[in-house]
């Protein structure tokens, strides 16, 4: 079944914005690296690995409904942030961001009676719940510690642990 126009054009803005998510971690882990955080910015290196994933799941996707793939264009990634929290806060924001992506092209999936659809996006719902989860975690530690070096290094430690996962087919 081909994909409807508007749908087609749903799912690419989707994948140019987990591109950008890819690109925006990268810029996060950068900024960890030059803090001398390097178990945070692995963590920030495999989020990105993570969502240049999720991309590609769609563009694959796209593919396979005799879509056309339509990159758009990627901002500059921030690298520069007052602390390892307010990047941490900033991912908060942005996986709450990608949520509410995910929530409307779902609705406009629903709404087009665009059924195969659903179970990607169902995958990317349920991922969305673990993806703010996991950063909301992180954001109450790093509150919690606030700012003592010697529970920032525990942390950053910990994060190092972080491998990449590969996604699930979910389709």
């Known amino acids: 079944m081909a994909l409807q ?10 994948i140019t914005a987990e591109f950008a998510s890819s690109y925006a971690y990268l810029g996060m882990a950068a900024f960890l690296e030059a803090e001398s955080l390097p178990g945070m910015a692995q963590w920030m290196r495999t989020q990105s690995q993570e969502e240049w994933t999720h991309g590609m799941k769609i563009y694959q996707f796209v593919l396979d409904r005799d879509g056309r793939v339509a990159l ?5 990634a921030t690298t520069e942030f007052d602390s390892p929290l307010a990047v941490f806060e900033a991912a908060a924001a942005h996986e ?8 409307d092209l779902y609705a406009k ?5 665009d059924f195969a659809s659903l179970p990607l996006l ?14 909301n975690q992180i954001v109450d ?5 606030g700012g003592e070096g010697h529970t920032i290094l525990m942390l ?4 190092a642990a972080r491998t990449a996962v590969p996604a699930e087919s979910g389709a």
């Open 109 to 113: 999936a629903t709404e087009a009676r």
């Open 96 to 103: 709450r961001k990608i949520t509410g992506l995910i929530n």
């Open 141 to 145: 530690d790093l509150r919690r510690a």
């Open 122 to 135: 169902d995958w990317f719902v349920a991922e969305q719940v673990e993806e703010e989860a996991a950063v």
């Open 72 to 76: 758009g264009q990627l901002d500059t």
């Open 156 to 159: 950053d430690r910990e994060m």
């Open 5 to 14: 126009p508007e749908i087609e054009k749903a799912l690419n803005d989707q």
